[in-house]
């Protein structure tokens, strides 16, 4: 399969994680034969110190004449700490996903066996926690009318939804839910919000035409506790905007890292798959970011162009690199040495050779083996 790929590696350790996702990707096509072309583009705090705009119109360009995307992360403490500042990075991310109508935004959550005990929360708590977020990623009150009183004394962000708008990722998420253990949870405030009761009532109807899933319903405040209460509980999560935002920056505590998760934002015609962590601008080219979120958004990538042994041999790869604490420093504090970077090649040496045989992993010391 031929793939033209629009990267947007973004502000921070964006350049850093995709690199190592560019990476895998690259042996994967040798080893299946496929051929993926990369086209880079500008966005975020990069695109603004270049040109001015977070999204300049060449990047929308590229990015609606490619395959896919595979976008970093955005983000600039300069901005962070500039409440009054014209432009920022993150409106480049939104005016893309609004521009390329990426509606859906699928968050797994997993608990990786051989990571149980570096999330903060109880072994026996998240054991077998297998979640897939989907959170409508046009609309709500990220796009909703903001306003800003004269004096600036008063301001308000509108939160709107529209029928359409809660049906087609509503579909997405009942047919996920088909694919999965048949439950799905709408992740609402009905008891206060009007858009949450039209939610409710949308999902409820489209819900009588998939008699195989049960559908429940949580409050978001309950869905937050419940989220490291009992993670296992979820299968699907259906939800809006922002509630899908802070739940799945607090569901990320169950893998053990946010360095693991990875997204798929995807619309009728165009798809992006981007890492749900920030640009960590701490981290920045110190070689600590972890790229797993980022190299299994690559496989998202490849999941939708529906090369499914391709995404299949990326995620065996990052488990076996989890297995053997070849890690950045969030999840491992065995080894010190493990950069961002040998993640990366142990993964894509993994790809070619997958057989335990063909590595000696007894031999593995970081930094001295041949193969990382
Ligand atoms: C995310 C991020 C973005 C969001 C920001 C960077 C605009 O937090 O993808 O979760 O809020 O959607
Ligand atoms: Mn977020």
Redesign the pocket.
């Known amino acids: 399969m031929k793939l033209e790929i629009a990267v947007l590696s973004g502000d921070g350790i964006g350049p850093e994680v995709t690199e190592q996702s560019k990476k895998v990707l690259d042996a994967i096509a040798h080893k299946f034969d496929h051929t993926f072309l990369y086209k880079e583009a500008l966005v975020g705090a990069v695109a603004i110190d270049k040109t001015g705009n977070p999204l300049p119109d060449e990047t929308l360009d590229i990015c609606g004449n490619s395959d896919a995307v595979l976008f970093g ?3 600039h403490p300069k901005y962070d700490n500039d409440p009054s500042a014209k432009v920022r ?2 409106q480049g ?2 005016k893309l ?1 609004k521009s390329l109508g990426l509606y859906a ?1 699928i968050r797994p959550v997993k608990a990786y066996e051989t990571l149980l005990d570096k999330s903060p929360l109880k072994k026996e708590i998240i054991k077998g926690t297998d979640i897939s977020i989907y ?1 409508e ?1 046009t609309g709500g009150i ?1 796009f909703g009318e903001k306003k800003l009183s004269k004096d600036g004394a008063t301001a308000s962000d509108l939160c709107e939804y529209s029928k359409h708008e809660i049906e087609r990722i509503a579909h997405l998420a009942f047919k996920a839910a088909q694919t999965r253990r048949k439950k799905l949870t709408l992740v609402d405030k009905a008891n206060v919000l009007e858009s949450s009761r039209l939610w409710r009532k949308v999902v409820t109807e489209i819900g009588k035409t998939y008699t195989d899933v049960e559908l429940d319903f949580l409050f978001v405040d309950n869905a937050a506790m419940q989220m490291i209460l009992n993670p296992s509980q979820f299968d699907v999560i259906l939800t809006e ?2 509630f ?2 802070i739940i ?2 607090e569901a990320s505590v169950i893998g053990g890292s946010i360095g693991l998760l990875a ?1 798929a934002s995807i619309g009728d015609k165009f798809a992006l798959f ?1 890492p ?1 962590h ?1 640009s960590y601008p701490q981290a920045t080219g110190k070689g600590i970011a972890n790229p797993i979120a980022s190299i299994l958004s690559a496989a998202m990538l490849l999941e939708h162009f529906e090369l499914f042994d391709e995404a299949a041999l990326i995620r065996s790869g990052v488990e076996k690199s989890l297995k053997l604490k070849i890690s950045t420093p969030d999840i491992n504090t065995e080894y010190e040495n493990v950069t961002t970077s040998k993640v990366g090649d142990f993964i894509a040496d993994y790809i070619e050779y997958p057989e335990d045989t063909n590595i000696n992993f007894q031999n593995i010391h970081i930094g001295q083996s041949t193969i990382i």
């Open positions: 992360s955005i983000g990075p993150e991310l939104l996903r935004n959170r990623l990220y905007n922002m899908g935002d799945s920056d997204s981007e749900i920030g």
